[in-house]
């Protein structure tokens, strides 16, 4: 796929706008600047759709979130450059790319098969060094704890223990929580192994976070 000016002069629209709705870490749009988000589109004719502020579909029922959301969580995450962040929900990739732009060193996990491999092979052919997996965002990474930030990207029905024990002491973790039929972007700081501070930063509509691995 190709990069062209078109592509970049829509992605300057797409900064400025989300400039205007908020967003103001620099690193969070100069990372949206630089990844073409229309390779994370799998479906070409969707492409063309990439930098309008809107989540679509991508394989096995699954979505790319708005570019909006994103920006917030990846803003919510305070990266200063080098922090080690583990993802749930590795979906398009597309959070990943930002987030490996922005300095961090990324660890993601998709519980969805064919995700997995296309998004696999995707970062291979970018040279993006992210580290993906199959399985289960439910228990975490206990081989690659502890972790700076913890993100995840599907509507947690709760904030699972194993991921609040991976995640080191002033370590941030961002996720979408479920909260009767709504749906809220909460920011957890860890204060100490018992202690957390949280704040909310509005609604927000993601996939459900799902048990187990699905070979779909
Ligand atoms: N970060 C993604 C958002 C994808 S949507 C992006 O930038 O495109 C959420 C993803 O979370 C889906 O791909 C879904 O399959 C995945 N998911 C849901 N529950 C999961 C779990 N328990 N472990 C890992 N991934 C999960």
Do not use: W
């Not at 996990?109 to 399985?135: A, M, N, P, S």
């Not at 995640?167 to 920011?187: A, H, T, Y």
């Amino acid at each position: 796929m190709e990069d062209s000016l078109i592509h970049k002069a829509l992605r300057e629209k797409l900064i400025e706008e989300l400039r205007t709705k908020g967003i103001s870490d620099e690193k969070v749009l100069q990372a949206m600047l630089q990844v073409p988000r229309h390779f994370f589109c799998f479906d070409s004719a969707l492409a063309q759709q990439a930098y309008i502020n809107k989540a679509f579909p991508i394989e096995s029922g699954q979505t790319i979130s708005q570019p909006h959301t994103v920006a917030l969580q990846s803003q919510l995450l305070e990266i200063q450059g080098n922090e080690k962040v583990l993802e749930i929900g590795t979906g398009s990739g597309y959070q990943s790319a930002i987030l490996y732009k922005m300095g961090a060193k990324v660890y993601s996990i998709e519980r969805q098969r064919t995700l997995y491999i296309q998004v696999k092979k995707l970062f291979q052919d970018l040279h993006y060094q992210i580290h993906t997996i199959l399985g289960d965002g439910f228990k975490g990474m206990p081989q690659d704890a502890p972790f700076d930030r913890i993100i995840i990207t599907a509507a947690a029905p709760f904030i699972p223990t194993e991921l609040l024990q991976q995640l080191k002491i002033g370590g941030i973790l961002v996720s979408p929580l479920k909260n009767g039929d709504k749906q809220e972007m909460v920011k957890l700081k860890k204060l100490s192994d018992t202690q957390f501070e949280q704040t909310l930063h509005g609604e927000c509509t993601f996939v459900p976070m799902l048990q187990g691995i699905s070979n779909q």
